[in-house]
């Protein structure tokens, strides 16, 4: 799923999230941005809906990485999502050893990832939210 769309509720954009996710699979790593309220935590909802992700669980090893215990065609998968707002320079990113975490039979969900060039190369997919009216996004996917 390719595209620009426009989102008119929260429900709806789930709704995009869960089109979008379900083209999927170990190795992707989205790279997810939006403004505060732009509806971020809305679309990762839908994402994990997709791979019935029931506990979330904080990862023992890396604090700014969540990781949703998920379903694929009946095999174990999981669903690691990624909140680096709180680290401001590349520096600070590879201090956190984050490239590591990028690599496996996972899906990566990166939030704020667009300010780091370092990342750039490692995103197979993007997704930007914009807020374009009251209770309206544009949902640009890449
Ligand atoms: N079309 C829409 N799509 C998504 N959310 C919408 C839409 N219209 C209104 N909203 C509202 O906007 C808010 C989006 O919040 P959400 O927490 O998903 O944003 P966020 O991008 O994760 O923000 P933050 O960066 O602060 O975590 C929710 O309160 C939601 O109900
Ligand atoms: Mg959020």
């Known amino acids: 799923m390719r595209g620009e769309f426009l989102s008119a509720s929260a429900e709806q954009t789930r709704d995009y999230a869960r089109r979008f996710a379900s083209g999927l699979g170990p190795g992707d790593v989205v790279c997810m941005s939006g403004q505060l309220g732009a509806g ?15 506990e979330q669980l904080s990862s023992p ?11 694929l065609r009946g095999q174990p998968f999981e669903v690691h ?13 590879n201090a ?12 990566s969900v ?16 993007r997704v930007d939210l914009v807020i374009a009216g009251e209770g309206v996004r544009k949902i640009v996917i890449n």
């Not at 956190?96 to 899906?107: N, Q």
């Open 61 to 71: 090893t890396f604090s700014l990485m969540n990781i949703y215990e998920g379903w």
């Open 96 to 107: 956190a050893g984050f490239d590591d975490y990028l690599s496996g039979p996972f899906l």
């Open 40 to 54: 971020k935590t809305e679309f990762m909802r839908g994402i994990a809906e997709v791979f019935s992700c029931e």
């Open 110 to 125: 990166v939030e704020w990832g667009e300010r780091f060039d370092s990342l750039a190369l490692r995103y197979t997919r």
């Open 81 to 93: 999502h990624f909140d680096l707002y709180r680290l401001k320079t590349e520096k600070e990113l």
